[in-house]
């Protein structure tokens, strides 16, 4: 999925604007980690677009990279004031999970009723992979937009240079920089991951499932890596720890007496952000989303989201 300029030359069609909301949500989820921050700031954009004058909307050759460049734009300045929201934020700040909407017959693009839903836009590859999005969180506003217009969507540093306002060897710096602070970890290609991989890892979530059912902590011990970390985001709104819990045995202990202390939970396996995960629903609404990261057989990480701000599109998926 490359950026690519896709206007011509004089005017632009409503309609041809208006079909680059998908390529916009997809780069503005990746930037924020939020869906609906993502179509805040694409709404946004497009606001600023219809509000130029006509003479000048014509004279832009390419709506489609005004629009990418605008958006990036207000992504950097929201990524800017996120620094000081989430350190106000109570406990560990997670990305938004994203369903798969063509589970439970859903329909891609659009949501209940058919009508538009944002989360429904986004190619779920491995660059929305929450193992990916968390790392993402680590880099510094500028780093980020470079390391993912770049490196995932091969934007030009030429063209980069006009979303953050520097040279395009400044910010070929900065997505050097980025990869620096993510280590071992690539940009992914923007194709979803081999079919070997995601059969294991559904294996390996679906024993959890099993496990954490039945409350069998050895068996839960044996499926979590030794060093395991779960890290969990509340908001503040629902209960939940507020730091990681680091070790395999310790995550076990604690999955199986949150099981104890809410009978009636119904897990579900689901495509969490592209890669086996689960749900779990307490008199059919949506109160938990896991994501977990698998290496050799084991789970290595799990994200739980639970704040139900971060939950509207699950919501959505569940009722259909």
Not at 167 to 180: E, G, I
Not at 234 to 260: K, N
Request: with cysteine; proline share 6%; aromatic share 6%.
């Amino acid at each position: 999925m490359a950026f690519g300029h896709t206007g011509a030359g004089g005017g632009v069609s409503a309609g041809g604007v208006a079909d680059e909301r998908h390529q916009l949500v997809n780069v503005a989820y990746r930037l924020l980690g939020s869906v609906t921050e993502a179509e805040d700031a694409v709404q946004d954009a497009y606001a600023r677009w219809y509000g130029l004058p006509r003479g000048r909307r014509e004279e832009i050759r390419s709506p489609g990279a005004w629009l990418t460049t605008v958006t990036g734009r207000i992504c950097l300045d929201l990524l800017g004031s996120a620094r000081a929201r989430r350190e106000r934020y109570v406990g560990a700040w997670l990305p938004e999970p994203l369903p798969d909407p063509t589970e439970d017959g859903r329909t891609n693009g659009t949501g209940p009723a058919g009508a538009a839903d944002p989360a429904d836009l986004i190619v779920l590859d491995e660059s929305v992979g929450m193992a990916f999005l968390v790392v993402l969180e680590s880099m510094t506003p500028a780093e980020r937009v470079a390391f993912v217009l770049h490196d995932v969507f091969r934007y030009p540093f030429a063209e980069i240079a006009g979303v953050l306002d520097r040279t395009p060897a400044a910010c070929k710096q900065l997505a050097s920089s980025a990869r620096r602070r993510a280590g071992a970890v690539t940009a992914p290609a923007t194709a979803p991951g081999t079919l070997g991989a995601t059969a294991e890892r559904a294996d390996v979530v679906r024993h959890v499932k099993e496990a954490w059912e039945t409350k069998d902590i050895p068996a839960l011990v044996g499926l979590l890596d030794p060093a395991a970390v779960m890290t969990a985001d509340g908001g503040g709104l629902v209960g939940t720890v507020l730091r990681p819990v680091e070790g395999g045995a310790r995550i076990a202990q604690y999955m199986v007496a949150i099981a104890d202390r809410a009978p009636g939970l119904e897990l579900l396996e689901r495509s969490v952000n592209g890669t086996p995960g689960l749900v779990a629903r307490r008199d059919g609404v949506v109160a938990t989303v896991a994501a977990f990261d698998v290496s050799d057989g084991r789970i290595t990480r799990i994200w739980v989201v639970r704040n139900p701000e971060k939950l509207g599109p699950w919501a959505r998926s569940e009722d259909n």
